[in-house]
């Protein structure tokens, strides 16, 4: 990692769907939300790494110890759907707070829409000015955990009152204002009486166990405190999903570009073993992992042309080329520290082209960019492919990106190939359907298919029934609905690489 540990490795987990125009129609379709309570967001974080496998251990990548091998994610996700928001791969040895505010700012990016009011809950480790300045900028609340270390001194000087619906409870609320803050914020502190000592003692000892909130919640301070125990009905969920994290993406690329030695099995770059590989063949071939790093205090012309002196043989019309090619012409002469991100992800690409390769490696491309970074990268990759005739090899966990930009597919689960082929031949032999239905009475339509055997799963979001259905059956609902007196607007099969990748591993379509 080198000094790269300083920064932060944006990686999302495979099964998080995290682009925003996509979860926006998803999170409408789905669940009526209401904007009289406002909908919670979690905010979790963990060391447990990538490399959770013994082998990995044995190299250093310890899941259970922090340093520059070992990553943990940062992680969004609504409460009442159980959805991920938004997820950051960060190095071990970092802080959970360093971060927290632009991690919380892409996440409100993700958000759908401006319609509902938000409320952001996070343990201890989150708490930190920069993240609770952004969110009250949002003019969102929030409901943050105190470590007790940072203010001890002041819970001891609280006038504390008894709960009368609780025995042995008490609370207390103040105002504080931390060194670095602008200006003060509320504090709930709730202690409940654990034991109390007699034996031995002159006086009686009183043994409270001490609970501490930051918030801009108006609520009574007993419903602050419950609001945040309800978080532990989530902890099981989320640490399931943290270890499923890590299908074997990015390792596999590792391994096609020797940055990682396999312990076992084989694979050969045009028509050769790899073992018996000429280190020449590489020189065919162009990569792009993860987030690219360049010189930012020099031009991306610069920055090319030092990258081109170490490959060799590039002549200095090429990098006009390409950075044509990716439509960076007439930022050329501009530092790359200006540049936003989808940009430096262009540069990436320019860079991994320079030397006329058959073959790109993409490692998540689109990886932190908004709904249009992500159209301008979409829509490079496929000008690659198919102006320039170079076969791209791509990673990504946004199916319904790579449905729009990929001819075949490859499916990895917890480093096992799945299955694998062309994209339209996987979705029209599937067993399954998803349609999308509208009706005159939903309601009415979402309860009887329900108690239907022959049906596999029922949705209703937004008046559309979507429904999850064998193919063979499919004739069949048309006359269920027609039979049972419904006034049928339109039935649309919506069967998506996602529903297919969820289905085919066994997981909720949703």
């Given amino acids: 990692m080198g000094r790269r540990i300083k920064k932060f490795t944006f990686k999302s987990a495979h099964q998080f769907s995290t682009v925003t125009g996509y979860l926006q129609r998803k999170v409408h379709r789905r669940y009526s939300f209401s904007s009289a309570r406002p ?16 082998e990995g251990a044995a190299r250093g990548f310890n899941p259970k110890c922090r340093g520059q ?3 943990h994610p940062l992680l969004a996700f609504f409460t009442k759907t159980k959805e991920c928001l938004h997820t950051w791969y960060r190095p071990g040895n970092t802080y959970t707070g360093n971060g927290a505010a632009e991690f919380f700012k892409e996440c409100v990016l993700r958000l759908p829409g401006s319609d509902f009011s938000w409320l952001f809950r996070a343990d201890s480790g989150f708490f930190q000015n920069d993240l609770l300045s952004a969110i009250e900028e949002y003019q969102a609340s929030y409901l943050v955990k105190v ?3 940072n203010l001890n001194h002041l819970l001891s000087k609280q006038t504390w009152q008894s709960i009368p619906s609780l025995t042995n409870t008490e609370y207390c609320e103040f105002e504080h ?14 202690r409940i009486l654990k034991e109390i000592i007699t034996e031995g003692c002159l006086f009686p000892q009183y043994i409270y166990d001490y609970h501490c909130f930051v918030t801009n919640l108006e609520e009574a301070p007993l419903e602050i405190y419950h609001l945040y125990k309800d978080r532990a009905e989530c902890e099981n969920w989320i640490e399931a999903v943290k270890n499923q994290i890590g299908a074997g993406k990015s390792t596999t690329i590792r391994i096609l570009l020797s940055l990682i030695k396999p312990t076992m099995g084989e694979f050969s770059f045009f028509g050769q073993d790899f073992r018996k590989t000429d280190r020449n063949v590489y020189a065919k071939i162009g990569a792009l992992v993860e987030k690219p790093d360049f010189y930012l205090f020099l031009s991306a012309r610069r920055n090319l042309q030092m990258l081109a002196g170490l490959s060799g043989g590039v002549p ?23 540049y936003s991100h989808g940009m430096k992800q262009r540069l990436g690409i320019a860079q991994s082209i320079l030397n006329h390769p058959e073959i790109i490696i993409l490692d998540e491309p689109t990886n932190g960019l908004d709904p249009e970074g992500i159209k301008e990268i979409r829509e490079l990759i496929l000008r690659l492919a198919g102006d320039f005739g170079i076969t791209i090899f791509l990673s990504s966990h946004l199916l319904h990106e790579i449905e729009q930009t990929c001819s075949h597919v490859a499916i990895i689960d917890t480093g096992k190939l ?59 609902l048309t006359r269920f609905l027609v039979e049972n007196e419904f006034a049928v607007s339109s039935i649309i099969p919506r069967t998506s690489l996602e529903d297919y990748y969820l289905t085919l591993l066994n997981r909720d379509v949703k």
């Fill in 39 to 54: 909908q919670i967001v979690d905010f979790d974080s963990s060391v447990r790494g990538v490399y959770g496998s013994p």
């Fill in 69 to 71: 091998k070992s990553y």
């Fill in 147 to 149: 470590k007790l270390r």
């Fill in 177 to 190: 204002q931390c060194q670095g803050w602008t200006a003060p914020r509320k504090f709930v502190g709730i």
């Fill in 316 to 338: 200095a019309k090429r990098i006009d080329e390409v950075l044509e090619i990716v439509k960076l012409a007439d930022r050329a002469d501009d530092r790359v520290k200006s």
């Fill in 418 to 476: 799945v299955v694998q082929g062309n994209v339209h031949d996987l979705l029209r032999k599937t067993d399954f359907y998803i349609t999308e239905v509208q009706v005159n009475n939903p309601q009415r339509a979402a309860s009887l298919l329900e108690k239907e055997t022959w049906i596999q799963k029922v949705t209703l979001g937004n008046d559309v029934l979507k429904i999850q259905i064998p193919a063979e059956n499919r004739p069949r």
